[in-house]
C-alpha cells in the first residue's frame, strides 16, 4: 500500500470546500480533515452532507463543519464563510469545487439556462475569493484553489456554458493571484481529467468512454478523486508556499 505525504502545516487550519458533499468535494473534505484541518463545507444536498460529516467524526478525525447552502446564492455563500470562521477561525484554504457538468444541447439553452450554468461553474468562485480575502490577509496569507476541468481542452460535446465557465476559471486564477498576491494570498487552478466519481459513472462513463479515456492518457489508469486530492493538500499547505497563478494538470497525460 503507498504511503502518501501529510502535511504539519496543514494541522489545525480552518480550510472551506464548496459543493462538498460529494464527488470530488466529499474527497477533498475527507482528506484535509485526515491532514488535521478545520473544515467547514456547503452543498445543496444535505442528506450526503449530514452523512459525510458523521463519517469524519466516527473515523477519529477533527468534526467538519456542514452548511446547507446554495453557492448560487451568493449571499448565502458569504454568510456561510462568515459562520465558518466564527465557529472555526479565520479561513485560510478555500477550495471552490462546486460545479454542475450536465450535459444539454446547444440548441436546448436559453438565456436563463445559460445564466444558471455560469452561475454555478464560475460566479460563486469569484464571489468566494472575494469574501476570504479579509480573513486570510489577516492571518498573513492563505490558498484559494479553483476547480477548472479539462473540458475547456478537449473534444467534449454539449457542455457549452460549462465549459466556458471552466475556461473562465483559469482567467480567474490569472487575474486574483495577481491581485491578492501582495496580500500573501496564493491563487491557483486545479484542473482534472476525466475522474471516476460516482456521478460520472453513473450518467456518463461506460465501457466505450473509458476506452476513449485510457487511448487519450499517457499513462493508462483511471484516475479517481484522491489522486486530485493530493494535489489539492499540497497546494493548501505551505509546500507550494511560492506558487500561484498557476494551472495544475491532473490527468494522466492527457492535455
Given at each position: 500500500?503507498?504511503?502518501?505525504?501529510?502535511?504539519?502545516?496543514?494541522?489545525?487550519?480552518?480550510?472551506?470546500?464548496s459543493?462538498g458533499?460529494?464527488?470530488?468535494?466529499?474527497?477533498?473534505?475527507?482528506?484535509?480533515?485526515?491532514?488535521?484541518?478545520r473544515?467547514?463545507?456547503?452543498?445543496?444536498?444535505?442528506?450526503?452532507?449530514?452523512?459525510?460529516?458523521?463519517?469524519?467524526?466516527?473515523?477519529?478525525?477533527?468534526?467538519?463543519?456542514?452548511?446547507?447552502?446554495?453557492?448560487?446564492?451568493?449571499?448565502?455563500?458569504?454568510?456561510?464563510?462568515?459562520?465558518?470562521?466564527?465557529?472555526?477561525?479565520?479561513?485560510?484554504?478555500?477550495?471552490?469545487?462546486?460545479?454542475?457538468?450536465?450535459?444539454?444541447?446547444?440548441?436546448?439553452?436559453?438565456?436563463?439556462?445559460?445564466d444558471?450554468g455560469?452561475?454555478?461553474?464560475?460566479r460563486?468562485?469569484?464571489?468566494?475569493?472575494?469574501?476570504?480575502?479579509?480573513?486570510?490577509?489577516?492571518?498573513?496569507?492563505?490558498?484559494?484553489?479553483?476547480?477548472?476541468?479539462?473540458?475547456?481542452?478537449?473534444?467534449?460535446?454539449?457542455?457549452?456554458?460549462?465549459?466556458?465557465?471552466?475556461?473562465?476559471?483559469?482567467?480567474?486564477?490569472?487575474?486574483?493571484?495577481?491581485?491578492?498576491?501582495?496580500?500573501?494570498?496564493?491563487?491557483?487552478?486545479?484542473?482534472?481529467?476525466?475522474?471516476?466519481?460516482?456521478?460520472?459513472?453513473?450518467?456518463?462513463?461506460?465501457?466505450?468512454?473509458?476506452?476513449?479515456?485510457?487511448?487519450?492518457?499517457?499513462?493508462?489508469?483511471?484516475?479517481?478523486?484522491?489522486?486530485v486530492?493530493?494535489?489539492?493538500?499540497?497546494?493548501?499547505?505551505?509546500?507550494?508556499?511560492?506558487?500561484?497563478?498557476?494551472?495544475?494538470?491532473?490527468?494522466?497525460?492527457?492535455?
Amino acid at each position: 500500500m503507498t504511503d502518501f505525504a501529510r502535511y504539519p502545516s496543514l494541522v489545525g487550519r480552518t480550510a472551506f470546500v464548496s459543493g462538498g458533499a460529494t464527488g470530488l468535494g466529499a474527497e477533498f473534505v475527507t482528506q484535509l480533515a485526515a491532514q488535521g484541518a478545520r473544515v467547514a463545507f456547503v452543498d445543496v444536498d444535505t442528506d450526503a452532507g449530514s452523512a459525510l460529516a458523521a463519517s469524519i467524526v466516527e473515523r477519529g478525525d477533527p468534526a467538519p463543519l456542514f452548511l446547507p447552502v446554495d453557492v448560487t446564492d451568493v449571499g448565502a455563500l458569504q454568510r456561510a464563510i462568515v459562520e465558518a470562521s466564527d465557529r472555526l477561525g479565520p479561513i485560510t484554504v478555500l477550495v471552490n469545487n462546486a460545479a454542475n457538468d450536465t450535459r444539454r444541447p446547444v440548441d436546448e439553452i436559453d438565456v436563463a439556462g445559460w445564466d444558471a450554468g455560469i452561475a454555478v461553474n464560475v460566479r460563486h468562485q469569484f464571489f468566494a475569493a472575494q469574501a476570504v480575502r479579509e480573513q486570510m490577509k489577516g492571518a498573513g496569507g492563505g490558498s484559494i484553489i479553483n476547480l477548472g476541468s479539462i473540458s475547456a481542452h478537449i473534444d467534449l460535446v454539449e457542455l457549452p456554458v460549462y465549459i466556458t465557465a471552466k475556461a473562465g476559471i483559469e482567467g480567474l486564477t490569472r487575474t486574483l493571484a495577481r491581485e491578492f498576491g501582495p496580500d500573501g494570498i496564493r491563487v491557483n487552478c486545479v484542473i482534472p481529467g476525466w475522474v471516476m466519481t460516482p456521478r460520472q459513472l453513473e450518467n456518463w462513463v461506460g465501457d466505450p468512454e473509458r476506452a476513449k479515456i485510457l487511448a487519450a492518457q499517457s499513462v493508462p489508469e483511471l484516475l479517481y478523486p484522491a489522486d486530485v486530492a493530493r494535489m489539492v493538500l499540497w497546494l493548501a499547505a505551505d509546500d507550494s508556499r511560492l506558487c500561484t497563478g498557476q494551472k495544475w494538470v491532473v490527468d494522466g497525460g492527457w492535455m
